[in-house]
């Protein structure tokens, strides 16, 4: 008696596997965050097959991840795209930017274009500080990292010096950033990256904001250190 064995050929295989790391990265653009829990269960999916997809994603540096508390367990690892998982999305955004950025150069000449993007980036940083609102330095900290977050920078913070004596604040800051969202412009327009600090230092005007790390100088990461002003 003769089994059938279903054979997938070699090439249909690793057209799945692309197909389903595909899916993995159009899932983490829609969401910004996941597990590779709620990864499986979205995709319908073995955790075993779909961490073997996120590790090879990892390697390929189109993710990365940062673990998050999970009660009194191990820490979860939550998934998001790097910079380069979301370049692999089409858009014309920074191409705009940069021909735009040239096209102002050119009509009014580097002295005013620069002060123009001056004006703009105050601005934000005065936008920010609304948004951030009157609470702790902690918490205007974690807010700010929230709203790099929503605009596509894989932002963290962490504190690194207690405040007072009961210990219920702190008064200095890390504030990290993995990636640029803007790394393309940046690229062409270097200057652009450097208002980046008088923004923040306008969104935290009682605060001392210095840079410790830039990715622009080959670093893998942006990093400013946030100390509240004595008083």
Known sequence: MLVKIDYIPKKMAIAQQNSTKQDILQLLLKQGQATAHELAEALNISPQAIRRHLK??????LIVHQPVPAGMGRPQHVYELSQEGRDRFPNSYNQFAISFL??????????????????????????????LGKGSLQ????KLVELRREEGYMAEWYPIESGDAHGDTHSQFILTEHNCAISHIVTSFPSVCGHELEMFAAALQDCQVERTHWIINGEHRCGYLIKAQEV
Do not use: F, I, M, P
């Not at 102002?104 to 500080?129: C, D, I, M």
């Not at 918490?139 to 974690?142: D, K």
């Open 139 to 142: 918490q205007r900290v974690a």
């Open 56 to 61: 090879d994603l990892e390697t390929e540096d």
């Open 102 to 131: 040239d096209t102002l150069v050119e009509t009014l000449g580097h002295e005013q274009a620069g002060s123009l993007l001056r004006k703009h980036w105050e601005r934000k940083g005065n936008e920010y500080r609304d948004r």
